[in-house]
T-cell receptor, first 112, second 117 residues
Framework: EPEVTQTPSHQVTQMGQEVILRCVPISNHLYFYWYRQILGQKVEFLVSFYNNEISEKSEIFDDQFSVERPDGSNFTLKIRSTKLEDSAMYFC??????????FGSGTRLTVV | AQKVTQAQTEISVVEKEDVTLDCVYETRDTTYYLFWYKQPPSGELVFLIRRNSFDEQNEISGRYSWNFQKSTSSFNFTITASQVVDSAVYFCALSEDSGAGSYQLTFGKGTKLSVIP
């Protein structure tokens, strides 16, 4: 069964550093998403991406965040200058035309 | 604005007991999708079911069953004869067209289920 692949599975970074989280969505899916889950809390929508541009973003997705599809397969989330409160599990997801959601296994980001 | 409420924060049951996890949602749309996900301690989100708003048929999959009732805006999840491996956090989620064409998910806060041997 097709999967959404996320790398790395765990990343530790120092406060103020830039991080890039990587995702390979399912190839024939059209919409791509990033979600965030702070430890012990609910999963929250960050951003959706379609046709090489952001289609919607939440209040969480401020100027520190950016997304990109640098080639035909990868989908990245960049955090420019990490803060302690950015520590969370980040999930990538993609959907097909029937809106079947597939999540990746997540990247656990720890900011120290 | 859409909203998902999982009133049960934590539930503990003894193995082999049945347990029902409640989910109540709010939406103004007539077309929407409801989901359940399981999150084991390893952290990934495991898809369990998706239901669209036009399909109110209840569904059974092995020990799992779901009761969708539009009249009460509820989509409850029952595990029959619970097992220790069912211990996890369970999330209910709602998806509707945001107007921008994407179907972002709104999650509930989750219910932590502990099954005691």
């Amino acid at each position: 069964e097709p999967e959404v692949t996320q790398t790395p599975s765990h990343q530790v970074t120092q406060m103020g550093q830039e991080v890039i989280l990587r995702c390979v969505p399912i190839s024939n899916h059209l919409y791509f998403y990033w979600y965030r889950q702070i430890l012990g809390q609910k999963v929250e929508f960050l951003v959706s991406f379609y046709n090489n541009e952001i289609s919607e973003k939440s209040e969480i997705f401020d100027d520190q965040f950016s997304v990109e599809r640098p080639d035909g397969s990868n989908f990245t989330l960049k955090i420019r200058s990490t803060k302690l409160e950015d520590s969370a599990m980040y999930f990538c997801a993609s959907t097909d035309t029937s809106y079947g959601y597939t999540f990746g296994s997540g990247t656990r980001l720890t900011v120290v | 604005a859409q909203k998902v409420t999982q009133a049960q924060t934590e539930i503990s049951v003894v193995e082999k007991e049945d347990v029902t996890l409640d989910c109540v949602y709010e939406t103004r749309d007539t077309t929407y999708y409801l989901f359940w996900y399981k999150q084991p301690p390893s952290g990934e989100l495991v898809f369990l079911i998706r239901r669209n708003s036009f399909d109110e048929q209840n569904e059974i999959s092995g020990r799992y069953s779901w009761n969708f009732q539009k009249s009460t805006s509820s989509f409850n999840f029952t595990i029959t004869a619970s097992q220790v491996v069912d211990s996890a956090v369970y999330f209910c989620a709602l998806s509707e067209d945001s107007g921008a064409g994407s179907y972002q998910l709104t999650f509930g806060k989750g219910t932590k289920l502990s099954v005691i041997p």
